[in-house]
């Protein structure tokens, strides 16, 4: 079974700052790793994913992330917030050769002040 | 076309009543779920189709029914519901269902008083 955990439910920056939100997960196989935002009253959107090769993954919106197998995490980082990215982010695993379908983290909230 | 379309947008039904849920794509994709998602907690999944059969079924109340008439289009019957079902409804689809990359609906807003 895989899993992943979020640190931190909320995460408050303020515009032009980094951003950096926080994802670990758990895989009894080398995973497949997403990273997915919504914005209020909205779905779901790929941001950017994981899959194998190269291990610092750019995304849309100017977010990237990098797979770090001896820390299993991927951190979602972008160097500078702007308002519009307020919104909720999802860190998501699967498996592949096993269940495809990806398992939900908890979800980050990130908050840009003026 | 990369969209997934739910209709409606929001719903209020009471706990006799029977309505319906309906997601639409046209990217061709052979694999669709619906997802539950309350405020503030990530999507739970209910179901998936596969080749507009059921694939999974997440041990869901028989309250709620999904049904698939053909490849772009998905259903879900809701009947006697409980306010506490009361959330988020999202529709996805992917290429196949070992296709990793969901696309997501806007979803609906059901509250059940």
């Known amino acids: 079974a895989q899993s992943v955990t979020q640190l931190g439910s909320h995460v408050s920056v303020s515009e032009g700052a980094l951003v950096l939100l926080r994802c670990n997960y758990s895989s009894s196989v080398p995973p497949y790793l997403f990273w997915y935002v919504q914005y209020p009253n909205q779905g779901l959107q790929l941001l950017l994913k994981y899959t194998t090769g190269a291990t610092l993954v750019k995304g849309i919106n100017g977010f990237e992330a990098e797979f770090k197998k001896s820390e299993t995490s991927f951190h979602l980082t972008k160097p500078s917030a702007h308002m519009s990215d307020a919104a909720e982010y999802f860190c998501a695993v699967s498996a592949p050769g096993g269940s495809y379908i990806p398992t939900f983290g908890r979800g980050t909230s990130l908050i840009v002040h003026p | 076309d990369t969209e997934v379309t739910q209709t409606p947008k929001h719903l209020v039904m009471g706990m006799t009543n029977k309505k319906s849920l309906k997601c639409e794509q046209h990217?061709?994709?052979?694999?669709m779920y619906w997802y539950k998602q309350k405020a503030k907690k990530p999507p739970e999944l209910m179901f998936v189709?596969?080749?507009?059969?059921?694939?999974i079924n997440e041990s869901v109340p028989s309250r709620f029914s999904p049904e698939c008439p053909n490849s772009s289009l998905l259903n879900l019957h809701l009947h006697a519901l409980q306010p506490e079902d009361s959330a988020l409804y999202l529709c996805a689809s992917s290429q196949e269902l070992i296709d990793e990359k969901l696309f997501f609906g806007s979803g609906t807003q059901l509250s059940v008083l």
């Open positions: 189709y596969s080749y507009e059969k059921l694939s």
């Open positions: 990217m061709g994709h052979r694999a």
